[in-house]
């Protein structure tokens, strides 16, 4: 079993900054791709941005230039650092992983989520 654990959302400013962070824990070989993905209400939940093993990034145009993601790979842990904050920023924000389990298995997780809210 595989458990990933968000922190770091909260209520912000427009214009402001917030850093999420993952961590991933449990029956872990290797972890390919992290990322952060995103779901506001009455919207479908859309890639914020992603990283593989290898550094390589991919972002959605609406935060490119903005919102930065990052990784431990030998803690199993993404971030993201989210700058200049609009209120269409606001969702519920979601870990995603697709790891390779000790037994080998591939599966794809998900955090419970965590509350981004840009209002002033």
């Known amino acids: 079993q595989v458990q990933l654990v968000e922190s770091g959302g909260g209520l912000v400013q427009p214009g402001g900054s917030l850093r999420l962070s993952c961590a991933a824990s449990?029956?872990?070989?290797?972890?390919?791709?992290m990322g952060w993905y995103r779901q506001a209400p009455g919207k479908q939940r859309e890639l914020v941005a992603a990283?593989?093993?290898?550094?390589?990034?991919s972002y959605a145009d609406s935060v490119k230039g903005r919102f930065t993601i990052s990784r431990h790979n030998a803690k199993n842990t993404v971030y993201l650092q989210m700058n200049s904050l609009k209120p269409e920023d606001t969702a519920v924000y979601y870990c995603n992983a697709d790891v390779r389990t000790n037994l080998g298995y591939l599966y794809d997780y998900w955090g419970q989520g965590t509350q981004v809210t840009v209002s002033s």
């Open positions: 990283m593989d093993s290898g550094g390589s990034t």
């Open positions: 449990g029956s872990i070989f290797s972890i390919n791709v």
